[in-house]
Every structure is written in structure tokens, then in C-alpha cells.
């Protein structure tokens, strides 16, 4: 089974794929998608939608998993999230993939046991787990692959 998930934005979108067979994990592949600087939130849309495109066509994932928005404090950033968030969504849905998302609290309680962790925390746990050289870089990308890997241990409990 492979799992995509990621991480979204308007300038950088996260993502990561994970191979699971049982219960081993491997890390497929994992980066940023990047928009280009200073277009239009239409444009940079336009990009993100073309990118998830070639990805779920490249590794065909069974799951597209994706994170959930929490915004309290810029409602318009917020806003031009969640539209880039529905073009991957719609992606997703297009190629009927099976869509499932988690928020940032839900990750850090499944990787590192406590609600509290911070993002080194979580880097260094994902790079022992997966057995890296180093803390994942850049951070939407290692942000991705711990909602990635937190999918894949509890999806033993969802009927496919």
C-alpha cells in the first residue's frame, strides 16, 4: 500500500509517500512542491493542482491523506489555504483515491506519545524511525512525512 500525504499552502505544499507492507514503512520519496513567487493565488492553484496531478499519476498512492486547517490568527492566509487544499482534495476525489485527514495535535500524539512535542522532536523521531542521516529538510516536507507515517500505523483499523 502506498500512502501520499501533504502537507498544503500556497507557496510550498508538502508531501510524502510511504510504502507500508504490514508493518514495515518505507519512505518512498518526500520534498516540497513550490509555487512561483510573486503570481497570482489563481496561477499558483493552477501549479499546485498540476504537481499533485503528476504525483498521484507517478506512485499511484491507494490513499491520499491530507492535513486539516487550523488557523487562529490570519483569517485571509487561512482562506488561500484551504483553496489550495480543495484542488488537491478534488485531485484526490478525481482519481477516487481514499482521502483521510488528521490535525497537527493528532500527529504529534501519535509519533512522540505527548500533545506538547515540538517540530524537533518530531523531525528527530521521524529520523530515527526511517533509519535517515539526518533530520529531513525542508520542514514542510519532514512535516509531511510524520502525518504520512501517523496515517500508516492506524490504518490497520480502516476498511478499505
Known sequence: MIILWIDPGTTTVGFALIQKERWEF???DYWILSTTPKIDLVHKILEIWTDINTIIAKYNPEIVAIEKLFFTTNLKTGIDVAQAR??????????????????????????????????????????????????PKPDDAADAIWLAYMWALNSNNINK
Not at 488537491?88 to 509519533?111: D, F, G, R
Open 26 to 28: 518505507k519512505l518512498l
Open 86 to 135: 480543495w484542488v488537491i482534495l478534488y485531485e484526490a476525489i478525481k482519481e477516487n483515491k481514499k482521502i483521510l485527514e488528521y490535525t497537527p495535535l493528532q500527529v504529534k500524539k501519535a509519533i512522540t506519545w505527548h500533545w506538547t512535542a515540538n517540530k524537533l522532536q518530531l523531525q528527530n523521531a521521524i529520523k530515527i524511525l526511517f533509519r535517515l542521516d539526518s533530520i
